[in-house]
C-alpha cells in the first residue's frame, strides 16, 4: 500500500493575468482552484494512473475541507489529522512568468503531531511513504525524522520530497526514492547553481550514501536518474507550458506507479519525466494519456 502524507497541504489558487502590475488593480483572465501540496499531488496523479493510495497530513477549516472533499470525489482514501486552524491557500500568478505565495501553514499543536506520528507507526513492511513538501512552521523541526524513524522500524520504504535540513536529515534514512530539483540538491551541498558535472557528482555521492533511486528535475531542461546500477539523463519533451505545479510530484508519482507494475528502471525514468512534462503541459496535473502521449518522445542516454 502506499501512503502520502502532506504536513502543509494547500488549496492551489491558480490566476492567469496577461500581465501582472505590482501596486495596482489587475483583473484575472481565468482562474483555477485545486487540492495541492506535495504528497496530495502525489496520491492525485497515482489515482490517474490506476494507483490507490491513502493520503495522510494535516487539514483544517473550509480549505481542508475542501481538500478533503475533492480527494475523496476523485476516489482518494483520506486519514487526515483534523486541526483547528486553516488549511493555507497557495496563490500562483501566472503572468508570462510564474510567480508563486506559498502560505506558512497552520498551528500544530503537539498532540496533533503525536496523532500523525502513532498513524505511521501503523503502517506496514513493504507499505511505502511519500514525505513531501514543506512543514507548517509551528511544527518542530524534526517532524520529518520522526515520522521516517517510525517508518524504518516498520521497513516501510520512504520517498522523500523535501528541501533544506529536512531533506539532508531524510536522505541519512537511506530512501527508496529522493527527488530534489537542482536548486534543492546546490542547496544540499551548500552551492547557488550546480554545472551538469557536478549534479552527476553530488547525485552518485547520494547513492554511495545510500539513497536507492535518486532523481534530479531541473524544469524543462529535463533529469537526471542515479541508482547503483545505471546514471540516466532524459530531455525534457519540448511542449507549451500551461502550469508546471505540481510537475515534480508528478515524477514521483509516474516513477512510483511505473515501479508498482514491474517495469525496468530506466522505463520507470522515462515515464516519469513524461509525466512531469505533461503535468507541465497542462492546466490540472497529467492524465494517464497524456502522459502515455509523451513518453515515446522521452529519449533516455545512459553516462
Ligand atoms: N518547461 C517545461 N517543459 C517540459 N517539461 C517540464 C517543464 N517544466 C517541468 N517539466 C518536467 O517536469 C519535471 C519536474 O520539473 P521541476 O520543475 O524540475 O520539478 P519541481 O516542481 O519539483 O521543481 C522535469 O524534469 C520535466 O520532466
Ligand atoms: O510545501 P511547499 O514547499 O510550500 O510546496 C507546496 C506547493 O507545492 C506543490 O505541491 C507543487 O509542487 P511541485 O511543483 O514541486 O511539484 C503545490 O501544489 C503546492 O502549492
Redesign the pocket.
Known sequence: MIYTCTLNPSVDYIVHLDELHVGELNRSLKTFTFPGGKGINVSRVLKRFGVDSTALGFVGGFTGGFIESELRKEGIACDFVHVPGQTRINVKLKAGRETEINGEGPMIADDDATQLIAKVGALSAGDVLVLAGSAPMSLSADMYERLAARAVKRRVRLVV?TSGPALEALLACRPFLA??????LAELFGAAVLTKKEIILYGRRLVERGVEHL?V???????FYFGREATLF?E????T?KN????????VAGFLAAWASGTSIEEAFAY??????A???SEDLCTKEEVEALVDRVHIVHL
Request: a negative charge; zero cysteines.
Open positions: 520530497d527527488k530534489p530539483n537542482h536548486h534543492e532523481i528535475s531541473m524544469g524543462g531542461a529535463g533529469a532524459a525534457a519533451p519540448k511542449g507550458v508546471s505545479v505540481g510537475a515534480g510530484d508528478s515524477m516519469s519525466v513524461a509525466a512531469g512534462s503535468t507541465a503541459f
